[in-house]
């Protein structure tokens, strides 16, 4: 399956959608604003103990899926510690170029927002049935179905894709178009001929749905009768709530008291 | 029945065509593979080199799935929709970049939006590069912001901005327009519009 | 004025225009059917057919614009003056595509869709679901995710989803064209069963009414946006068949076709046969022989040369998930044969063509094409001997006009443009596309499509040409025309041919070897008369083949003593036997 969600029983799973989905903005929002490196990694770890434990996703299948992340996480650290400007506490020297501690400090803050934002929606991915979070999305978000529809759309054409991808790409080796492709120019021609092609096909079953879901009523009414219930566990709320609560906590914590790390971060300064 | 013809209201003007709405989500489908498994291991390579500002050379396949979409269907909310929708899929298919995906999809769908108001959503090649140049914008302020480069300066942020709004304006930009061009020509997409009866005269 | 009450369809001078066209696809359309009632509707590809099953609905012109004039009444009702949602309860559309009409990614979602749409309460949604389900005996998979079923599945699933509001009328266009005659046989049963225990109206649009001719009471034929004749089968064919096929290029049943040139030479059969079954064995004089020409059969393979296009030993292949798609083919296959590659959707077909394309290499066993081991010559040196038609012609375009998309195979092997030219203009002209050099492949009709499909594998002049239902869908005469054009070239680039199909008409006629799969493993390696006596055998498996009414009649015939060709087409055992009344 193309998704990366598989089904299971674990907390995480029989949470709703919307709750994770409160989740996943809070845990971003607390790493965006966070200025010290200290809350963006107590955010990370708790974010991929939720993933291990109640999410009862395996570790080394989560950390291996994160590789990319922790290229980058490692770059950016390397990076601003050598590069942040207002670094005046020199640690170390390497030619021309000094480690700052307040570098150090900056680079881990933002490696850490960084992995955090990766792996808490690898960790949604994971334990949110794509067509669950559809029928949530309109059930308790109130969302209207017909615009919902396009969320479902998407869903219910990526199996299809992956099998046309692979026989337009087949019917265009055959005919000479895929060897080892001559450079860029021809892979931008065989990259822009397999989209023209996708795009046409793609609307073209798009217009006979759309007539043989116009032909049922669709968009008969602004609402229509749902036939699943929606099961909010009290602990999936619970769970989000107790996140916003912790977010809006910090925020108001280092309001008050005066450390305005987390002003850093945004425009302007 | 009257003689002569009267016209009824069809399905043009700004709402959304079930067609319209089916295919933002199958465009999203199309640009959050091709995105993922295509376009992702092209950045990485390329960012690896350039650091960020090789997100010049790649962001601009990335955001001309948007500008496409706005392209055929010219209807407000296309773009920020087919944007979020497409980060959204990269999400769900296992993205590692995750929730940085979907804030620079959100931001750039709305620059993409802002072009195309500009111009008022018609489906013109300057409206194209109006478009690429937003979502440029968009996107430079997403990345900027997540991955905490406003430190280092506005002697970076400024070429960094310009840059990706260059690059995405030119090479999105009139990318989605060929594309979407190429998809016209096909004639397989054709929009609604109000009908005529046309009663015979007696 | 009351209406009848038994006329539940009436379409009176119903024309139509797309928008931005000049001349109406429909053009004086006039219609009556009765409640109860099951009529096809048949005509040449672009006659209007879909579009006025759209008008019923209000489909057309409401969502897609244009002009309209003309009345069309259905249950009562004018749809122009009624919402969609509304038409909805009293006319239900099935369309082609099995894939592309289901909306949802359950079963039973999408059976509830149009309820849930409508707003019914949830009890009725669920009472009328299973309801539906059973009807077309998928009460069994309730909550099955959509994209696991099989084509025949899937159209029932459609069914269902449209009984489901409990329209009196339903229409299915082309519903059985993308399935095979398993999945085909599956629909048309379900469609019997639901005339039988409801009271249900039913049209069904169909390019090959061989199926149906038998169970409809109606057939229809339209052409030129207009209905030219109208009236039982038997009548119909009886006294148009010839023009049907001829002018109009669409398949009849092949008993029909029969009959028709007994009529000619003036010796009836009563009543005018629909099927085989409908034929009496006739009292023929063995003297019947004598008469008439029989149609050119293949040519005979070329004398074997060192190396045969095809040379399998042992070859199997799995997925990277461990499913055995092919295992032990074991087949030699001679230059310039013409093969049918025969069997089941899933029986390993596609999954063999694509080993001997190239696109595939085998997991065991080995493989030679045209001399060639797969395993270790490049992709490039097999595909100079190999094309490959695909089964929609759209995948396979690689350029933006068709000239381009023509040249695109000589350019890439080196020729000079002078060269090019020649062959594109020469290739252009035999496959009737002069004209259409500027245009986007994918803006082409369906049947030029193909033709371009074709010939742009075929100006690269690979010695193997393999091909993936290349008349499936397909009226009469462009399925003919393409045999035709495909027999010239046999002959004049000595190429040996490989087609993957379900129509028998089509091996009957073209093929003079069959190779049949069942579960990745060849079942039967033979000719095709021999083919047809084994599955026709009472009791014997028929490997999810059928056997063409043309071979029952020879076999008939021949029993009675004639002595006609056992693949002859029915023109030909029509002549013969006619001549035998002379």
């Known amino acids: ?269 | ?202 | 004025m009351k209406r009848e009450v038994d006329e539940i369809v009436r379409v009176s001078g119903l024309r139509y225009w797309y928008p931005g066209s000049e001349d109406p696809v429909l053009d004086g359309v006039d219609l009556n059917l009765n409640r109860g009632e099951m009529a096809v509707l048949i005509g040449p590809s672009g006659c209007g057919k879909s579009t006025l099953m759209l008008t019923l609905n209000g489909i057309v012109p409401k969502t897609v614009g244009g002009k309209i004039a003309g009345e069309v009444i259905v249950d009562g009702t004018d749809p122009l003056d009624h919402e969609l949602a509304e038409m909805a309860t009293r006319v239900g559309l099935v369309f082609q595509d099995p894939d592309s009409q289901l909306a949802t990614l359950l079963v039973r979602d999408e059976v509830a869709f149009g309820l849930q749409n409508l707003r019914f309460s949830r009890e009725e949604i669920e009472e009328r679901t299973r309801w539906a389900l059973e009807l077309v005996g998928l009460d069994d998979l309730l909550m099955r995710d959509v994209f696991s079923l099989s084509g025949g599945q899937k159209q029932r699933l459609a069914i269902a989803s449209v009984l489901a509001m409990r329209p009196p009328i339903m229409v299915l266009d082309e519903p059985t064209a993308n399935l095979d005659p398993a999945g085909a046989d599956e629909v048309l049963t379900v469609i019997g069963d639901l005339r039988g225990r409801l009271d249900l109206t039913v049209i069904i649009v169909e390019h090959d009414i061989t199926l149906l001719a038998a169970r409809a009471d109606r057939l229809l034929v339209m052409d030129e946006g207009k209905i030219q004749f109208s009236g039982t089968p038997r009548d119909v064919l009886r006294a148009n068949g010839q023009t049907i096929r001829d002018e109009l290029g669409l398949w009849i049943p092949q008993a029909s076709e029969f009959a028709l040139e007994l009529e000619a030479a003036g010796r009836s059969i009563r009543p005018f046969p629909l099927s085989g079954n409908e034929v009496p064995i006739l009292p023929v004089a063995t003297a019947v022989s004598e008469v008439g020409a029989p149609s050119d059969p293949p040519p005979a393979s070329q004398p074997q040369r060192a190396d045969p296009a095809v040379l399998s030993v042992g070859v199997g292949f799995a997925y990277p998930d461990g499913t055995q798609a092919l295992s032990e083919v074991s087949v030699e296959i001679d230059r310039g044969e013409t093969v049918a590659l025969l069997g089941r959707n899933g029986s390993g077909k596609s999954t063999l063509s694509y080993l001997l394309a190239g696109l595939r290499t085998p997991t065991t066993g080995n493989l030679e094409i045209c001399g060639l081991s797969v395993t270790k010559s490049s992709a490039r040196q097999l595909a100079r001997h190999v094309g490959y038609v695909f089964q929609y012609p759209e995948h396979q375009f690689v350029a933006e006009t068709v000239w381009d998309d023509l040249a695109y195979g000589p350019r890439r092997a080196g020729l000079d443009e002078a060269e090019v030219e020649k062959r594109v203009s020469d290739i252009l002209a035999m496959f009737s596309l002069t004209g259409y050099e500027r245009r986007h492949p994918l803006a082409l009709s369906m049947g030029q499509k193909r033709r371009l499909s074709v010939a742009g594998t075929l100006i690269t002049r690979p010695d193997v040409l393999i091909l993936d239902e290349p008349t499936t869908g397909q009226d009469r005469k462009n399925a003919l025309a393409l045999l035709g054009l495909l027999g010239e070239l046999r002959a004049s680039l000595g190429l040996t041919l490989l087609i993957i199909t379900h129509d028998m008409r089509l091996v009957a006629r073209f093929c003079e070897r069959t190779i049949v799969l069942d579960c990745g493993r060849i079942v039967f390696d033979g000719g095709p008369g021999a083919l047809f006596t084994r599955i026709a055998e009472p009791g014997a498996d028929d490997m999810g083949l059928r056997v063409p009414d043309q071979w029952k009649l020879a076999r008939k015939l021949r029993s009675s003593g004639a002595q006609v060709r056992e693949l002859a087409d029915p023109e030909e055992l029509g002549r013969l036997v006619a001549g035998a009344y002379r």
């Open chain 2, 1 to 202: 029945m009257n003689a002569g013809s009267s016209t009824n209201r069809g399905t043009g003007g700004y709402r959304y065509r079930t067609a319209d709405i089916l295919l933002v989500g199958a465009i999203a489908a199309v640009g959050g593979v091709v995105s993922a498994y295509v376009i992702v291991p092209w950045a990485k390579f390329i960012e690896g080199l350039l650091g960020p500002f090789g997100a010049v050379f790649d962001n601009p396949f990335f955001i001309f799935w948007p500008i496409v979409a706005a392209l055929l269907i010219c209807k407000p909310g296309v773009g920020v929709v087919t944007s979020v929708l497409t980060g959204a899929v990269e999400v769900l298919v296992g993205s590692a970049d995750g929730s940085i995906v979907l804030i620079v999809t959100l931001l750039q769908g709305l620059g993409v939006e802002l072009g195309f108001l500009i111009f008022r959503y018609r489906a013109t090649l300057p409206a194209a590069i109006a478009a690429g140049a937003g979502a440029g914008l968009g996107a430079s302020i997403a990345l900027l912001y997540v991955f905490g480069f406003f430190q280092l300066g506005t002697a970076v942020q400024i070429p960094f901005i310009l840059a990706l709004m260059a690059g995405d304006a030119i090479i999105g930009g009139l990318l989605a327009w060929a594309i979407a061009q190429g998809v016209i020509r096909t004639g397989v997409w054709g929009g609604g519009g109000a009908y005529q009866r046309v009663d015979r005269q007696s």
């Open chain 1, 1 to 269: 399956m193309i998704f990366v969600y598989r089904p299971g029983d674990s907390f995480l799973h029989r949470a709703d959608s919307i709750s994770k989905l409160v989740w996943l903005i809070t845990a971003g929002a607390f790493v965006l604003v966070a200025g010290q490196w200290q809350v963006s990694a107590t955010v990370f770890v708790a974010v991929l103990l939720s993933g291990i434990f109640l999410g009862r996703l395996d570790a080394s299948e989560l950390l291996r899926r994160m590789i990319p992340l922790w290229i980058i996480a490692l770059w950016l650290f390397c990076l601003f510690s050598v590069l942040y400007p207002e670094g005046t506490d020199p640690v170390l020297k390497i030619g021309p170029l000094s480690v700052t501690g307040e570098g150090i400090s900056y680079g881990l803050a933002i490696a850490f927002r960084v992995l955090t934002l990766g792996s808490s929606a690898l960790i949604f991915a994971a334990t949110t049935d794509p067509r669950r979070l559809v029928n949530e999305l309109i059930s308790v978000l109130k969302l209207p179905y017909r615009l919902a529809y396009a969320f479902y759309s998407a869903l219910r054409f990526l199996p299809l894709l992956h099998n046309e991808a692979r026989t337009i790409l087949d019917a265009r080796a055959i005919r000479g178009q895929g060897y080892p492709a001559k450079g860029v120019a021809e892979r931008l021609a065989l990259l822009r001929g397999l989209t023209v092609s996708l795009l046409a096909g793609a609307i073209r079953r798009v217009q006979i749905t759309a007539v043989a879901m116009d032909s049922r009523g669709f968009g008969a009414y602004p609402t229509r009768t749902e036939i699943e219930d929606v099961h909010r566990p009290a602990g999936g709320i619970v769970f989000a709530a107790v996140w916003v609560v912790a977010l809006v906590g910090y925020v108001i914590v280092f309001v008050v008291f005066g450390d305005h790390s987390f002003l850093r971060t945004p425009v302007g300064t």
